[in-house]
């Protein structure tokens, strides 16, 4: 998960993989200038996140609730 720490989706975001016992790992784009740039490029030039980038190559982009539980079909 791409993030930064000012983010209020981020952190949301980050509880719901907690509560629902999902790894993840959250990479601050404020201190890592290629995984903004990355994020970049993923939203067409907008540094929106959270931009979560799983296995399988698909994205989520500012997820909510809904969202994330279909991506894990719960």
């Known amino acids: 998960m791409y993030m930064t720490t000012w983010c209020g989706d981020c952190r949301f975001a980050k509880r719901w993989f907690d509560a629902h016992s999902?790894?993840?790992?959250?990479?601050?784009?404020?201190?890592?200038?290629?995984?903004?740039?990355?994020?970049?490029?993923v939203n067409r030039g907008k540094q929106s996140v959270p931009t979560i980038i799983f296995?399988?190559?698909s994205v989520?982009?500012?997820?909510?609730?809904?969202?994330?539980a279909a991506k894990f079909s719960l």
């Open 60 to 68: 989520l982009v500012e997820p909510g609730p809904r969202e994330l």
């Open 55 to 57: 296995p399988d190559g």
């Open 22 to 41: 999902i790894p993840y790992e959250a990479i601050n784009i404020e201190n890592d200038e290629a995984a903004a740039e990355l994020v970049m490029r």
